[in-house]
T-cell receptor, first 112, second 113 residues
């Protein structure tokens, strides 16, 4: 699986958009970009994933650059409840199981 | 609520003991995963089962074992416990073996004293 690089921490004002970057310069053509988050000591929560195109769901938007070497998770209107560690994971959907490798992630702190 | 149920929520036991953690996957999910999260190691993948068979293995210690039963629930057995085994243990489930949209339970906090 491709390695990802994320900033260790970010701050965001409540109500503003939170833009969380992820670098995955060694990504392969068949690898997807997944985002999970973990709110203090709770189980990780799936947010969104994408391959090439930008994706949006009720939680967030995922913007993947054209060369696919980086991506940005956007929380359009961050709230205090979005304070969490956000993990960017790159993974191919191939046989042999589904070993999600969580790095250190980005600690997002949303403040008033 | 992810639909994944883990029991017990908390467990305190002594070194050298053996414990069993239980996980019930979301309805319809065939794949179950186990993860360990300690303060100094982050989230570590232990093992994955799909429809009763082992599908992927991480750095799971030999003292640890798991299985998935015909009703698809899974158990993680930890034996000869050491202080360093104190951690949060998460179970996750997904529809297929390759589905990376996994849904996590709330975890079992194990404290070894």
């Amino acid at each position: 699986d491709a390695k990802t690089t994320q900033p260790p921490s970010m701050d965001c004002a409540e109500g503003r958009a939170a833009n969380l970057p992820c670098n995955h310069s060694t990504i392969s053509g068949n690898e997807y970009v997944y985002w999970y988050r973990q709110i203090h000591s709770q189980g990780p929560q799936y947010i969104i994933h994408g391959l090439k195109n930008n994706e949006t769901n009720e939680m967030a938007s995922l913007i993947i650059t054209e060369d696919r070497k980086s991506s940005t998770l956007i929380l359009p209107h961050a709230t205090l409840r979005d304070t969490a560690v956000y993990y960017c994971i790159v993974r191919a959907r191939t046989g042999g199981g589904n070993k999600l490798t969580f790095g250190t992630g980005t600690q997002l702190k949303v403040e008033l | 609520d992810s639909g994944v149920t883990q029991t017990p929520k908390h467990l305190i036991t002594a070194t050298g003991q053996r414990v069993t953690l239980r996980c019930s996957p979301r309805s319809g999910d065939l794949s179950v995963y186990w993860y360990q999260q300690s303060l100094d190691q982050g989230l570590q993948f232990l093992i994955q089962y799909y429809n009763g068979e082992e599908r992927a293995k991480g750095n799971i210690l030999e003292r640890f074992s798991a299985q998935q039963f015909p009703d698809l629930h899974s158990e993680l057995n930890l034996s000869s416990l050491e202080l360093g085994d104190s951690a949060l243990y998460f179970c996750a489930s997904s529809e297929t073996a390759q589905n990376t949209e996994a849904f996590f339970g709330q975890g079992t906090r194990l404290t070894v004293v």
